[in-house]
């Protein structure tokens, strides 16, 4: 079944960074991201807009929330199947699950699905 995996989190220091990366898992070929967006929850709140990219005909548009602007940097490798969370100067309100949502197109079959993924800790001590 093809799904979204999520990767690249962990604990780090205030101050430090992380990587996330977010991918197509499950299909019988490879599998493209058209658009994805990273959320994020922390323990007793709700889960809020992290950064966004899409794939549009003319080059992809980003999108970020205002308290990650200038620390989170969202980006696509070359062939399109994985996006990337970088993330610098963490903070110990960063501290959350990370998940990405993705639509996902498998080459093989031409079929299209939006998925989320299980998520990935980061910890940001202080």
């Known amino acids: 079944q093809v799904r979204v995996v999520e990767s690249g989190g962990g604990l780090v220091q205030t101050g430090g960074s992380l990587r996330l990366s977010c991918a197509g898992s499950g299909g019988k070929s490879s599998i493209s991201i058209n658009a994805a967006g990273w959320y994020r929850q922390a323990p007793g709140k709700q889960r809020e807009f992290v950064a966004s990219?899409?794939?549009?005909?003319?080059?992809?548009?980003?999108k970020y929330a205002d308290y990650v602007k200038g620390r989170f940097t969202i980006s696509r490798d070359s062939s399109g199947t994985t996006v990337y969370l970088q993330m610098n100067g963490l903070k110990p309100e960063d501290t959350a699950v990370y998940s990405c949502?993705?639509?996902?197109?498998?080459?093989?079959?031409?079929?299209?699905?939006?998925?989320w993924g299980q998520g990935t800790q980061v910890t940001v001590s202080s």
């Open positions: 949502n993705a639509g996902l197109l498998e080459l093989a079959t031409m079929t299209s699905i939006n998925s």
């Open positions: 990219s899409s794939s549009l005909a003319s080059g992809s548009e980003t």
